[in-house]
């Protein structure tokens, strides 16, 4: 795994989330902190094609779309996606610890979707179509807002 943003999720990410409080309110936004590791499993399920999504994007905005996924810009805090609810779905798992656990295959899952077929395209809702790079990227600044949610 040479991709640094790769390594990041991989490694870096669930290391530095493990080390949070499970009664740590978040800075901003309503999910807990295992709430957030599902969500984020969610979102990788996306990045492979596990949970198939239909874009919701108009088509002439997709270029300046795609210009944000590629850019090193942040997602704004407490930036809403129409696909979740105004409450959060409630955890399916007790600890943070087992969230992890689904949250490191789920990024095996994807390692192994891509492996071999790196300009394979998989649909986001927002973003439009994503090839791995792409969704390295994307995934790793979902992954850089949500540890700034928890005060990282």
Request: charged share 20%; no cysteine; net charge negative.
């Amino acid at each position: 795994m040479s991709h640094p943003k790769l390594q990041f999720l991989a490694t870096t990410f669930p290391v530095e989330i493990a080390k949070v409080d499970p009664a740590t309110p978040p800075v901003f936004g309503k999910m807990n902190v295992i709430q957030m590791i599902e969500h984020m499993s969610d979102s990788i399920r996306d990045a492979y094609g596990k949970n198939v999504r239909t874009l919701v994007t108009p088509a002439d905005r997709l270029p300046a779309m795609k210009a944000f996924v590629m850019s090193e810009k942040e997602f704004k805090p407490n930036t809403k996606s129409s696909l979740m609810g105004e409450e959060p779905e409630p955890s399916k798992f007790d600890t943070i610890a087992e969230a992890l656990k689904e949250y490191q295959t789920e990024i095996q899952a994807f390692q192994n979707h891509f492996a071999g077929k790196e300009t394979s395209i998989v649909m986001n809702a927002f973003f439009g179509p994503l090839n791995y790079e792409e969704w390295i990227q994307l995934l790793h600044k979902h992954a850089v807002h949500h540890l700034k949610q928890f005060g990282f």
